[in-house]
C-alpha cells in the first residue's frame, strides 16, 4: 500500500510542477510570443511571482494554478509520509 501512495505521490507532484511549468510557458508565449517563450524557459523560477503578474496582465485570479499548486504540495506530502519507513530512525 505503502509502494502505491508514493508512486501517487510522485505522479501528483511531477505532474503538477510539469502542468504549471505549461501554463507559465503558454502564458508568456501568448503575451510575447517567440520572445516569451525563450523567456519562460530562461526565468522559470519566475513561477513563483506568475500568478501575480498574471493577475495583472490579464485581471482574473489565477485559481487553477492554485489549485494544482496545492495538488503538487498534497502530492509531495502523501510522498513524505509513505517513505517515512526508509527513514533511519535516530
Known sequence: ????????????????????????????????????TFLA???????????????IVEGVFPVMYFAIWGLGILGIIIFGLSCEDSFPSY
Open 41 to 55: 524557459i530562461l526565468i522559470s523560477p519566475g513561477l513563483v511571482i506568475f500568478p501575480i503578474i498574471f493577475w
Open 1 to 36: 500500500m505503502k509502494k502505491i501512495l508514493r508512486v501517487l505521490g510522485m505522479i501528483m507532484w511531477i505532474g503538477a510542477g510539469l502542468f504549471m511549468f505549461l501554463f507559465w510557458l503558454g502564458a508568456m508565449t501568448e503575451w510575447l510570443g517567440c520572445f516569451g
